[in-house]
């Protein structure tokens, strides 16, 4: 049975009817797929499929115990007997992530309806944390009840191996394992401040509906420390929130903390501190296997942010550490190298009746597309004297629409090269664009192209449009 006939079965008996449609939605990261399901009230839902029998029974149980606690979480409508898949309340498509990527300003910061919602998160979590623990039944989480020792020391191993060791910087074993064995001794003493833990809180786990923050993807969660959640959170690597602002954050999660618990300010920021170093280094093992290993370009992108953290962590080093505080400054000196190494991208367009463009670097001329399968502007009299940098050539292009399914493979091929390069510190790198006269398709993609690098990468982008004789820079903001 197919995953779609299993889910319009599912959603038949749980609604008494037939669905309209049930269409996938984008993949997460994870092995679950979700689908929405359109019933034929106009209402909708979302079905999953999920491989983990013991991770979807994890989810299930403990959205139920949420909401029966009044907390922001999807409702679970109906579950599969054999429990590889469930129906949920359909919480839309905004997302925490989707707000804050639309919402930040030049210098870093947000405005005020922005910073709001990030308030109401911060202070939402810490009701899921200790309201969500009152009474539940922590043996259905998955893959185990508890944060504990051997999670800790998991997570520094898979720093060790899957991104210091791949680094290149050199460390003594001994001395480190030292260290994370004291690491594992600070972040698991008993200090009364366990709840529910919800192990992946960020900003793509928070939807909201009706302006308030509802959460989802909590099926990893287990008891444990309430720090590790806002360590996760407010120092998501690629969020780079200001100082300020995280320092609001973490006044407001107190806040809505002692509700429930006496707390004591400059003790609860002294062991936030271990968290946030833990879970960076976290994080950094898991761009490492992730971007490295898998080559997915959405983590080597993320690592320069999570440098950028470490970087700034150390700074007041901890005592508790001396020889991973050596370590991790020999690592975040070797990044910086690798920045001042910025790379470059040139994008060319040109005709193909003059040959493909010398690649003046000597390392063998990158991609090359092919445009003239596109509908062509040359062929029309109004056009002729115009370039794909004209307006009236941009609108016969777009109209026509394939060229947008043309740049997003090419950007899909492109993206991956550039995380990679940027991640090994190369310099240089090349694109180029042909079409039969090197004029109007061939230009438009290009002029695409160095406006998708320079603004998602950051990279300054030398665009040179050959046959016309035009070149200019395009300087990315990074």
Not at 114 to 127: E, F, P
Not at 177 to 184: P, T
Not at 295 to 318: G, Y
Request: net charge neutral; aromatic share 12%; hydrophobic share 40%.
């Amino acid at each position: 049975m197919s995953e779609e006939v299993k889910l319009r079965v599912l959603y038949a008996a749980y609604s008494g009817e037939e669905p309209v449609s049930v269409a996938a939605m984008p993949q997460s990261g994870s092995n679950r797929r979700y689908f929405r399901i359109a019933g034929r009230d106009g209402r909708t839902a979302v079905g999953v499929i999920g491989t983990s029998v013991e991770e979807n029974r994890a989810f299930v149980s403990i959205a139920r115990h949420f909401r029966s606690k009044g907390l922001n979480v999807p409702e679970v409508y109906a579950v599969a007997d054999d429990m590889t898949s469930y129906i949920q309340e359909d919480l839309g498509d905004e997302s925490l992530f989707g707000v804050l990527s639309a919402g930040r300003k030049a210098d870093g910061g947000y405005d005020d309806s922005v910073t709001q919602t990030l308030v109401k998160t911060m202070r939402a979590i810490a009701d899921v944390q200790m309201r969500g623990a009152e009474g539940l039944d922590f043996s259905v989480c998955y893959p185990q009840p508890d944060f504990d020792r051997r999670t800790v020391m998991f997570d520094l191993n898979y720093f060790k191996y899957c991104f210091l060791k791949p680094s290149g910087v050199d460390f003594m074993e001994t001395r480190l394992e030292d260290d994370f064995q004291r690491m594992a001794d600070v972040l698991t003493e008993a200090d009364g401040m366990k709840a529910f833990m919800y192990r992946d809180f960020q900003s793509r786990n928070v939807m909201l509906k009706g302006g308030e923050p509802y959460f989802i993807d909590f099926q990893g969660g287990r008891r444990g420390p309430v720090y590790y959640d806002v360590a996760s959170f407010v120092w998501q690597a690629k969020a780079a929130y200001p100082e300020r602002l995280r320092d609001r954050l973490v006044q407001e999660y107190i806040s809505a903390l002692r509700r429930y618990v006496a707390v004591d300010e400059t003790v609860f920021r002294a062991r936030l501190r271990h968290f946030v170093l833990f879970r960076t280094l976290q994080v950094l093992g898991a761009y490492g296997y992730r971007g490295w290993f898998e080559r997915k370009p959405h983590f080597v992108e993320s690592i320069p942010f999570a440098i950028d953290n470490l970087r700034e962590l150390i700074v007041k080093p901890f005592a508790e550490y001396p020889y991973l505080m050596e370590v991790l400054s020999a690592l975040t000196e070797r990044f910086a190298v690798q920045e001042k190494k910025r790379l470059t991208v040139r994008v060319y367009s040109f005709s193909y009746k003059k040959g493909v463009p010398d690649d003046e670097s000597g390392n063998g001329g990158g991609y090359v597309f092919d445009c003239r399968a596109l509908n062509n502007p040359g062929r029309y009299d109004e056009y002729k004297s115009l370039t794909g940098m004209d307006s009236a050539v941009v609108k016969f292009i777009e109209d026509d629409g394939g060229v947008f399914a043309f740049l997003e493979s090419a950007y899909r091929l492109v993206d991956a090269h550039a995380a990679q390069f940027i991640g090994r510190g190369f310099t240089d790198m090349m694109v180029s664009f042909g079409c039969t006269g090197g004029q109007h398709r061939s230009v438009y993609c290009a002029e695409r192209m160095a406006e998708h690098l320079a603004e998602k990468y950051g990279v300054d982008v030398r665009l040179i449009h050959r046959e016309q004789g035009v070149e200019r820079t395009i300087r990315g903001r990074r």
